[in-house]
């Protein structure tokens, strides 16, 4: 069976320093990757979704990015923080269109 | 873009009673729906899909109907526990990435 593997859990970070968040996949090849950011009480954004790796699509223009550096792994980055990074970071797998099993998230707080 | 919203923020239900949470899609040509639920803290967890050459699917306890006429989706929850308390999201595919609506906080009364 698949799973999805995110970490850290939890993540306190000052404004100005850098990110660096970690998704990976296990049971599947060749899966549609994605991260999604989600404020307090509210929906999900789509931020980047990769199709293969070192394909990347940004849904969004921000402070953020990208990368695959595998087939099966996913990494959020930021060279400098904003307070507005703050959220909810989830990582989630697909095949092609279909359905997207996400991961447990990864909670920021930029302070 | 093309968005999916909801119609309820929040909805409160007694324990045992029936939910029901609606959706409306705004993309006439989706062909495939889903629902999520999101416990506090969590990830969300598939539910339910459909596509749009079906009006109706049923899960255990759950029921997806889909009206394309009006562009309408719902859930429906027989005989709500609290374990059901829950954000629940509709989203409709589009290309390689889905499209969430805003979600419905679902409150179980015991």
């Known amino acids: 069976s698949q799973t999805i593997h995110q970490w850290p859990a939890t993540l306190v970070q000052p404004v100005g320093s850098p990110l660096s968040l970690e998704c990976t996949v296990e049971?599947?090849?060749?899966?549609?990757l994605y991260w999604y950011r989600q404020a307090a009480g509210r929906g999900l954004q789509l931020l980047f979704y990769?199709?293969?790796?070192?394909?990347i699509s940004s849904e969004v223009p921000q402070n953020l990015s990208a990368s695959r550096p595998q087939d099966r792994q996913f990494i959020l980055s930021s060279k400098k923080l904003l307070l507005s990074d703050s959220g909810f970071y989830l990582c989630?797998?697909?095949?092609?269109?279909?359905?997207?099993?996400f991961g447990p998230g990864t909670r920021l707080l930029v302070l | 873009g093309e968005s999916v919203g909801l119609h309820l923020p929040t909805l409160s239900v007694q324990e045992g009673d029936n939910s029901i949470i609606n959706c409306a899609y705004s993309?006439?040509?989706?062909?495939?729906f889903i629902w999520y639920k999101q416990e506090s803290g969590k990830g969300p967890q598939f539910i339910i899909d459909i596509r749009s050459n079906m009006d109706k699917r049923q899960g255990q306890r759950v029921t997806v109907l889909l009206n394309k006429t009006v562009k309408h989706l719902s859930l429906q929850i027989a005989a709500t526990q609290p374990g059901d308390s829950a954000v629940y999201f509709c989203?409709?595919?589009?290309?390689?990435?889905?499209?969430f609506g805003a979600g419905t906080i679902l409150r179980v009364k015991s």
């Open positions: 049971g599947t090849s060749n899966p549609n």
């Open positions: 990769s199709v293969g790796i070192g394909q």
């Open positions: 993309n006439s040509a989706s062909d495939y």
């Open positions: 989630a797998w697909s095949y092609s269109s279909e359905t997207q099993y």
């Open positions: 989203a409709e595919s589009g290309g390689n990435k889905l499209v």
